[in-house]
């Protein structure tokens, strides 16, 4: 018992929290006879072995993928949104009782067996999300009041206890009113009556089953002490896997018969295996996960199996669980900056040898820097910024050369002068003297000029491959004289606030000026080359 049904909490205001405690037998079954005569219920379903190992191995699944808050940045793309109070409560803690993965995997397993999946949502004054606390399935209900829902929930004591809808995050599966997910165990209690069934059957039949394995037939009537002297011998010269496929000589006409399995008993097996592709139905899961390895199947049919399973199985519910995430605990105003996304690379990743070959497209064709590769591969980035260049393909500009080889010196440029405004305004916040900002300015210019070479690098080395000229060799000319004018005219302020105006005005003018010197470079490289 995890805790009492009801308790007051506290986050400035009174506020309850219903408890995820398992519940007694609301209900005894699904509804309805079903045509084998067994009673379905929550307890006889997950006791199929089929049912269970999928309704976990997909809350399992679910729970273990990442949920991450975003924010949309402007112009494109997103960002981790750390700073919002709801990110830890997805990524981390739903509460103070329950991991991020255990609270979505209990509503994960309610979804699949109940249809429907449902969490408290406890604000603070200011209507903040605080806590996320699941709630058992079976003792919700819904119902629609004019434009308004509600949801009525049983509680330990029998008294109903109604939420408005702006207190609970309803996950639904797949239903047709609107209101509630249907239950898959429901839907498909026929099928698991007859799992159910055939279990008791075959359980029946090994208990109470008195066939013998081997008959030996004597044609005159054994005494008991005979008949027991032959039995004796008989397990002890063949009975046990050292014994096996032994030599027995049949005396006195003595007949020996291998009883096999009956016909009848073989189709039992075949029935409980059929049964189980069946729950493998029912929730779109791969057979090979439940140990039913099709003789045909190759470990290339395997393995598009799981793509399949990711994209057709777990894909979907992880995209119910989102948008309920975006609807209920987020505003509508903060619906058009943020949003939650379930992060599935991990289920996407390829052998090694098949991420190392995608990581060597990326990288070869200018969209990944070895620091995004060794993200992925959750290793740290390469020291001193090393990895934070992006190459640029040689082979893939058209004739019309300098239409083309600007956006990757404006590429270039931007990233340099970005760099080193942020780095310088972080110097200006440290060194408060002229004297010791000086002394750092002497620094971060050497390792800035560094950092210029490797940008420039392969952008100047592509415009000497396409000219025939030697301007890749001028990286560490442009850097040094690029870095050694901003600097002379930084030390020449006296004082802080005239650095940061200044820094203002760079931020808008460098980008276009150091374009116009590397252009200016490089045309003039590829003149003396011609």
């Not at 934070?388 to 500009?397: E, W």
């Amino acid at each position: 018992m995890l805790r009492r049904l009801a308790e007051q909490r506290s986050h400035g205001s009174t506020t309850w929290h219903v408890s995820q405690t398992p519940p007694g037998k609301v209900i005894t079954g699904y509804g309805g006879d079903t045509y084998a005569g067994k009673d379905v219920t929550l307890s006889t379903a997950m006791s199929i072995t089929a049912v269970y190992a999928c309704i976990r191995g997909i809350s399992e699944t679910l729970s273990t993928l990442p949920k991450i808050l975003y924010q949309r940045i402007p112009g494109g793309g997103k960002r981790r949104a750390y700073e919002h109070s709801l990110y830890p409560i997805l990524h981390d803690a739903l509460n103070p009782e329950h991991t991020a993965q255990w609270g979505w995997e209990i509503g994960g397993a309610w979804v699949l067996a109940w249809g429907n999946a449902y969490y408290q949502i406890i604000r603070t004054k200011g209507g903040e999300v605080a806590e996320l606390w699941p709630l058992s399935s079976d003792r919700m209900w819904i119902e629609r009041k004019g434009n308004q829902k509600l949801y009525h929930y049983r509680q330990q004591n029998g008294k109903t206890r109604d939420f408005p809808a702006d207190e609970i995050m309803h996950v639904p599966g797949l239903g047709f009113d609107g209101l509630m997910g249907l239950s898959p165990l429901q839907l498909a209690r026929n099928a698991l009556a007859t799992t159910l069934a055939a279990e008791e059957f075959g359980g029946k039949f090994f208990s109470n089953g008195a066939r013998p394995g081997i008959v030996l037939e004597h044609p005159k009537t054994l005494s008991k002490l005979a008949e027991q002297n032959l039995r004796t011998s008989f397990l002890e010269e063949h009975q046990g896997s050292e014994n096996s496929h032994g030599v027995f000589v049949a005396e006195e006409g003595m007949k020996v018969q291998v009883v096999g399995v009956p016909p009848e008993d073989a189709q039992l097996l075949e029935l409980l295996s059929f049964q189980i592709a069946e729950v493998a139905r029912i929730y779109g899961y791969p057979l090979a996960l439940l140990q039913e390895h099709d003789k045909a199947a190759t470990y290339a049919s395997v393995e598009q199996f799981m793509l399949s399973y990711v994209t057709h199985t777990i894909r979907p519910w992880a995209v119910r669980f989102d948008q309920a995430i975006n609807h209920s605990l987020l505003s509508p105003d903060e619906r058009g900056v943020y949003f939650c996304e379930t992060l599935m690379d991990s289920l996407l990743r390829g052998d090694i040898e098949t991420r190392y070959a995608a990581y060597a497209i990326g990288r070869q064709w200018g969209w990944l820097s070895a620091d995004d590769i060794l993200a992925m591969e959750n290793r740290n980035p390469l020291p001193g910024r090393q990895g934070q260049v992006y190459l640029t393909p040689l082979n893939m500009v058209p004739a019309d050369m300098k239409r083309n080889f600007e956006p990757t010196v404006a590429e270039a440029a931007g990233r340099i002068v970005r760099r080193e405004i942020h780095d310088l305004r972080e110097g200006l916040k440290k060194h408060k003297t002229a004297e010791a900002l000086a002394a750092w300015l002497d620094g971060f210019y050497q390792e800035h000029t560094e950092f210029i070479r490797k940008a420039l690098d392969p952008v100047l080395e592509t415009y000497s491959r396409l000219t025939n000229s030697q301007a890749a060799q001028g990286s560490t000319e442009l850097a040094q004289s690029w870095c050694e004018e901003n600097r002379k005219v930084l030390v020449q302020l006296s004082d802080q606030e005239s650095i940061a105006g200044l820094l203002d005005s760079w931020e808008k003018e460098l980008p276009g000026l150091l374009i116009r010197m590397i252009q200016e470079y490089a045309e003039k490289e590829g003149n003396n080359a011609a």
